[in-house]
Structure formats: structure tokens, C-alpha cells
């Protein structure tokens, strides 16, 4: 098992940046997957970014790629996503999810995470 809590969500101008932080109470790296996805009203929950066990890989929604990144800090247990160039399509509640899928195709199905954060809000405005 493994508690995940989402912060850094905030209000920011479009073509902005925000980076949102994802901390897990034990080790990730290594033994989970860690995913970001996000959720807007009245929108299916989509994935945004993921990074393989080990952190070696990683992988972006087509609307993201460019302008977002995924990245880790073990020392911390902590996974980021850092958004730029902000747009107002980008509103949503960003969740951070950790899953035993082991790489590939896998991590972009919310299906494959068992275990979920609370979620974090951003706001981009025009």
C-alpha cells in the first residue's frame, strides 16, 4: 500500500507555468509506476504523464507532449509534473496514481492504477 497526496495546483495565466507535486509515504521507485492524470467537469478522467518503475522511461499524452514533464525526486518520494505554456484546456483536477504495471501502453489506463491521490486543482485563465 501505498498514500499519495497531490499539491501546487493554483490559478495561473495562460502561457504560464505550475508545477504540481505528487508525495508518497513509502519508496516508489523501483516497485511502482507513477502516472498523472487529469479530470475536467464533465470529461472522463484522461492520462496526462507517466514514468516507469525505475524512472528510465516516460510518456505523454499527444496533447502535452512538449510542454509538460514528469520527473522524480527518490530522496523525497516524489514525483512532479511541470507545466508549461499553460492553456485554458489544461483546467482540471490533476491526480497522481502508482500502479504495478510494468511499462508500455499499460500505464496510460487509468484501469491499471490502484492507487490514487486526492487530486490537486488547476485553473488556467485566458
Known amino acids: 500500500q501505498v498514500q499519495l497526496v497531490e499539491s501546487g495546483g493554483g490559478l495561473v495565466q495562460a502561457g504560464g507555468s505550475l508545477r504540481v507535486s505528487c508525495a508518497a509515504s513509502?519508496?516508489?521507485?523501483?516497485?511502482?509506476?507513477m502516472g498523472w492524470f487529469r479530470q475536467a467537469p464533465g470529461k472522463e478522467r484522461e492520462f496526462v504523464a507517466a514514468?516507469?518503475?525505475?524512472?528510465?522511461?516516460?510518456y505523454y499524452a499527444d496533447s502535452v507532449k512538449g510542454r509538460f514533464t514528469i520527473s522524480g525526486d527518490n530522496a523525497k518520494n516524489t514525483v512532479y509534473l511541470q507545466m508549461n505554456s499553460l492553456k485554458p484546456e489544461d483546467t482540471a483536477v490533476y491526480y497522481c496514481?502508482?500502479?504495478?504495471?510494468?511499462?508500455?501502453?499499460?500505464?496510460?489506463?487509468?484501469?491499471?492504477?490502484?492507487?490514487w491521490g486526492q487530486g490537486t486543482q488547476v485553473t488556467v485563465s485566458s
Open positions: 496514481a502508482a500502479s504495478v504495471a510494468l511499462a508500455g501502453n499499460s500505464l496510460a489506463s487509468r484501469y491499471n492504477y490502484p492507487y
Open positions: 513509502k519508496r516508489t521507485f523501483g516497485t511502482y509506476a
Open positions: 514514468m516507469t518503475r525505475s524512472g528510465g522511461s516516460t
